[in-house]
């Protein structure tokens, strides 16, 4: 059975950090390239962040860079998200997402809210 869990979101003031970890199983993790979506209040789901199969290359949301950094450990099957300076506008629900071809798989997510 395939599953993405997401955790360590919460409440943090303006400025601070937090650490997202999307731990997979169920499929060859190493095998997928994985990112990290949100979906604000409403606003549509957009793509904040992605790492490659040998995460060597990344892409970031423009709003992100210099703030996220996206990581991966294939020996642990896990996928993370280093958020750092956060601002209000950063308050959402962070998606992981992991996708090979035509195969895509989502985790439930994890609430990230930014006080000011």
């Known amino acids: 059975q395939v599953q993405l869990v997401e955790s360590g979101g919460g409440l943090v003031q303006s400025g601070g950090s937090l650490r997202l970890s999307c731990a997979a199983s169920g499929f060859t993790f190493s095998n997928f390239v994985m990112s990290w979506y949100r979906q604000g209040p409403g606003k549509e789901r957009e793509l904040v962040a992605a790492?490659?199969?040998?995460?060597?290359?990344?892409y970031y949301k423009d709003s992100v860079k210099g703030r996220f950094a996206i990581s991966r450990d294939n020996a642990k099957s896990t996928v993370y998200l280093q958020m750092n300076s956060l601002k209000p506008e950063d308050t959402a629900m962070y998606l992981c997402n992991a996708v090979r071809s035509a195969v895509a798989y989502w985790g439930q997510g994890t609430r990230v809210t930014v006080s000011s």
């Open positions: 790492i490659a199969i040998a995460d060597d290359l990344t």
